[in-house]
């Protein structure tokens, strides 16, 4: 449950590096400062994600762990898209941070969602 207790902690900074990310997606086109944070996301969400492969790993025979893995590479795949943005030009930056940007926080916050109400309900029934 210590386990359960450091994601649920991990969720509540990725969701306030999340909605960052969507405030500078809105208004910047500073490479550098994009770049910077999205590093900065991406070191976090990899060590987040670690711990949860383990922990879901272990339970690969619940269809809802083997979805969650899905997912983990589904938005590993929009996260290397995301980061191709930056050699774009300005206009074209623009819309793709405002567009396929803010698609993929959503995904983010979609799959959190899950998973806390997944481990909400496992400290539930405790
Ligand atoms: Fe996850
Ligand atoms: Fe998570």
């Known amino acids: 449950m210590e386990l359960i207790k450091e994601l649920k902690k991990e969720h509540a900074v990725l969701s306030k ?8 997606f809105g208004f910047s086109l500073d490479r550098e400062r994009i770049k910077l944070s999205l ?27 083997k979805m969650i893995i899905e997912e983990h590479l589904d938005l590993r795949g929009h996260w290397e898209v995301i980061q191709k943005y930056l050699d774009k030009r300005d206009v074209a930056l623009k819309v793709a941070l405002e567009t396929d940007g803010k698609m993929i926080l959503d ?5 959190i969602k899950k998973e806390e109400e997944y481990f909400n309900s496992l400290s539930h029934s405790q």
Do not use: P, V
């Open 17 to 24: 590096k999340i909605q960052a990310l969507r405030e500078m």
């Open 39 to 65: 590093g900065d996301f991406e070191k976090f969400w990899n060590s987040h994600e670690e711990k949860e492969e383990n922990f879901f790993n272990e339970r690969k025979d619940l269809d809802f762990a």
């Open 107 to 111: 995904k983010f916050e979609k799959h």
